[in-house]
């Protein structure tokens, strides 16, 4: 029946997906603070160990929440600082060149002395008429999709906020939504599958390693193209290594969409420099990958580097950036049960083998 109607069944899916769609926004983006968050109050719980009064576990979960918050604001003002003063700035001097070059490009297109005839011609051969009929016509179809856009804007906008705010009353209350999860799965479900709370917890320490290589990794990028921009005298150095550090959070990508930026900064400046710039940024970027970022970051989650590329490779082209990032921890965790089950399959099969030569 499902594939008979399986337009409905789509549409009813897709109705589903967005109707949860803040709350598993909430939860991703509520999974990505809780690995700093965790990791600070870990060091503040040993920082106030020796204190004669300590503080109690709910205020140090919540000093360490507002300690991430009040970081990752910080480290958006400092990109945005940089980012903003050297777009203006490029930008006005690109306008300086323009407005400079402007009398000579005039003297030049007048002293061609061209034969605007043919553009007369063409000019009078257009049906004006016809023309504005069309224009009329499509001032519909511009407003639906104008319409649409706004719409779809807003909807973003409202998911986006619903999906924050989810995100810090998870990050908050992590650990009695944990303990609710456990009572619910050994309430409910066979203790054959309370394996997945096994698997929940080995993810959840897998993507907290693999976002600490990711950051080591990232610092990494940005210190390499810093100083490749200030060995070849390329303008933006800092700015460029600061936005690169930011960006490949992305595994493989992020680099790319900073490298975009970067080619294009560097063009209002010199068009020449542009063209060194792509060579030096594409140069990093292939060592980086290749030989730094699989060992760094596969490394931290237990994985070597020909599975670290294999399985962002996959998760890229399942599901785009999402997918690069959650299935380098997954496919972790993956080969981690699998080895386990191995192991466990081996050992059960060996008294069978040494059962008949005894």
Request: with cysteine; aromatic share 10%.
């Amino acid at each position: 029946m499902a594939l008979l109607r399986l337009s409905s069944v789509l549409a009813f899916a897709a109705q589903l997906v967005d109707l949860v769609l803040p709350i598993l926004a909430g939860g991703i983006l509520a999974l990505f603070i809780n690995v700093p968050m965790t990791g600070l109050e870990k060091r503040l719980k040993r920082l106030f160990c020796k204190a004669k009064k300590q503080p109690s576990d709910k205020a140090l979960h919540l000093l360490s929440f507002f300690i991430t918050l009040l970081g990752v604001v910080l480290v958006l003002v400092l990109a945005l600082t940089l980012l903003i003063p050297e777009l203006v700035q490029s930008f006005h001097s690109l306008y300086v060149q323009i407005e400079a070059n402007i009398p000579r490009w005039t003297a030049y297109l007048s002293a061609q002395d061209a034969d605007m005839g043919w553009l007369m011609s063409w000019l009078e051969g257009i049906d004006w008429e016809q023309l504005l009929r069309r224009v009329t016509d499509s001032i519909d179809t511009v407003l639906v999709n104008a319409v649409g856009a706004v719409s779809a804007t807003v909807n973003i906008v409202v998911t986006a906020s619903f999906a924050l705010i989810i995100s810090v009353y998870m990050s908050v209350g992590s650990e009695s939504l944990c303990h609710h999860a456990r009572t619910l799965v050994c309430a409910y479900l066979k203790p054959s599958h309370s394996a997945w709370l096994k698997f929940c917890r080995l993810f959840r320490q897998s993507f907290a390693n693999f976002l600490t290589g990711q950051c080591s990794e990232a610092v990494i990028l940005g210190v390499l193209m810093a100083l490749a921009f200030s060995v070849f005298k390329i303008p933006y150095g800092s700015l460029v290594g600061m936005l690169t550090a930011i960006c490949a959070i992305i595994p493989y990508v992020g680099a790319l969409i900073s490298c975009v930026v970067s080619v294009f900064l560097v063009l209002l400046v010199d068009p020449v420099l542009a063209v060194r710039c792509l060579i030096v940024y594409l140069a990093v970027q292939f060592i980086e990958n290749q030989f730094i970022y699989p060992r760094v970051v596969g490394k931290s989650v237990g994985l070597s580097p020909l599975y670290t590329l294999v399985a962002a490779m996959i998760g890229g082209e399942l599901f785009g950036i999402i997918g690069i990032i959650f299935f380098i921890p997954l496919t972790a965790v993956i080969i981690e049960l699998v080895k386990e089950d191995a192991c466990r399959r081996i050992q059960a099969r060996e008294p069978q083998r040494s059962g008949p030569s005894e």
